[in-house]
Every structure is written in C-alpha cells, then in structure tokens.
C-alpha cells in the first residue's frame, strides 16, 4: 500500500513505509499463539507473512488467498497451497474448523463484502484459533490533524483501491455487533506513526497504537459459530444489499 498524493522526497525519504505491514507486529502476535498446525493468508501477496508463520510454526500447513497471477507464482515457488477465487461472493474452499490461525494483512480495506468474508473466516476457524487484522487506520494522528484542515483521510480517498475504512473502536464493535462473545482480542498494537522516521515511528506507535497508520489486532475465537455475520445486515434492516445468503 502506499500513501496516495504523496512524494517520497524531503522529511518523507526517512519514513520506512514498509512498518505499514506490521512485519514487528505480526511476529510479536506470532509468540502468543499456540497449537498452530493449518495456516490461511487472506490477500497473501507474495507470501511474507506466511514466511513469518513458517518460521513461527515449521509443521504447519500453508494456504494463500491470492489473485495477482506474479504472486500466485511465487506462492506456489514457497510449497504454499495457493487458491485463486472471489473472496466477496464464493466460499473458501476449506471445512468447518479446519484452520487454526487466519490473516488478513492489509486486505479487507479492499473489499465491501465484508460481513460474507467474516463469515467464511469464523466458519473456517477452530474455536480457540487465531485471527491476526492489520487494517490501516482511519482515526490516525496525520489523519485527525488532515481533517481539521478539510483534507480526506488517507486511507479513505475516492481515487485509491480503498473500499472501506476501520478504526480500533469501530471494528471491536462491528465484531462484537455481529457475533457477540464469539471472538475476546488478546492483543492490539500498532504501526508506522506517520511521518515519523523509524526510530521515532516505533517508539510513538509502542506508546499511541491507536493514532498509528495501521493497527494490529489478534483474536481468538471463543465458541462454535453458525451464520451471524451472514444474519446481522437483514436484522440490523442496513438498507446496502449486501451478500446474506450460503
């Protein structure tokens, strides 16, 4: 992802915009797992984060979700399973509590479908997995000082590849909304406090998560899931004609 409308020059040559993936943080969230056997990659690029699994976790089984053929490519050149499919409208092509760990690094800011997409996570996930979100965060400081001055939220623009926006509150309470006590967050951190350089940019994220780029959060799933997620638009009458239906 990069930041839209910006140059790489001045103070911005120092930022390392590679903190907006969290690799420090994944590999944090990675120590408190446990009893990781079968791991799936939402949007897994060219396969970083499962290599931090791997590393993590060197028996496990590897799957990708990926549609970019070059990193389809490399996906398969690392042994990891790799499935080409429409994440907002078909299922994932795994069994009811099958996998134990899912990531979704910097993916669902892309998709609209997202009560369909939670579904097919919470329906894939052993109770007692892991759930590892990095999302970019729209409540960031560089964000809050933008509006003030009438500027769109980076993460947030028309001409970008962003759909949807997520702060730490809103999406704890989208969760929560939809599939009450189903998942407890056992962590939260955030990353790259921009337009900080890294040093600074780690320090500040460490103190102030919730004012970071992106935020991090790891989840554990608490009990057996049916198709709330699927359930809550018609409930809720949200008037978008979301995918509600198997």
């Known amino acids: 992802m990069r930041i839209i409308g910006c140059e790489h020059s001045g103070w911005l040559r120092f930022v390392d915009h590679h903190e907006t993936y969290g690799p420090d943080v994944i590999r944090d969230f990675l120590k408190s797992t446990s009893c990781v056997d079968t791991a799936l990659d939402l949007g897994a690029g060219s396969g970083r984060d499962l290599g931090f699994i791997h590393e993590a976790f060197p028996q496990e089984k590897l799957y990708g979700l990926e549609f970019l053929p070059e990193n389809i490519e490399k996906l398969k050149s690392k042994n990891i399973e790799t499935h080409k499919i429409n994440i907002e409208s078909e299922r994932l092509p795994f069994a009811d509590e099958s996998i134990s760990l899912c990531i ?60 949807r926006c997520f702060s730490k509150g809103d999406l704890l309470q989208f969760i929560s909304e939809c599939f009450p006590g189903g998942y407890s967050l056992k962590k939260f951190s955030g990353s790259q406090f921009y337009p900080f350089p890294p040093r600074a940019s780690k320090f500040l994220s460490s103190c102030f998560p919730t004012l970071s780029f992106s935020i991090f959060f790891l989840l554990v799933k608490e009990k057996s899931y049916q198709r709330s997620f699927l359930d809550y638009p018609s409930k809720a009458h949200l008037e978008t004609n979301f995918k509600v239906s198997l």
Not at 118 to 128: A, D, S, Y
């Open 104 to 163: 979704c690094n910097q993916f669902l800011e892309h998709t609209k479908e997202l009560f369909w997409i939670f579904h097919e996570i919470t329906r894939v996930l052993k109770v007692g997995g892991s759930l590892i979100i990095g999302v970019p965060n729209v409540a960031s400081l560089h964000n809050r000082v933008g509006l003030l001055f009438g500027k769109q939220p980076t993460q947030a623009k028309s001409c970008s590849a962003h759909v």
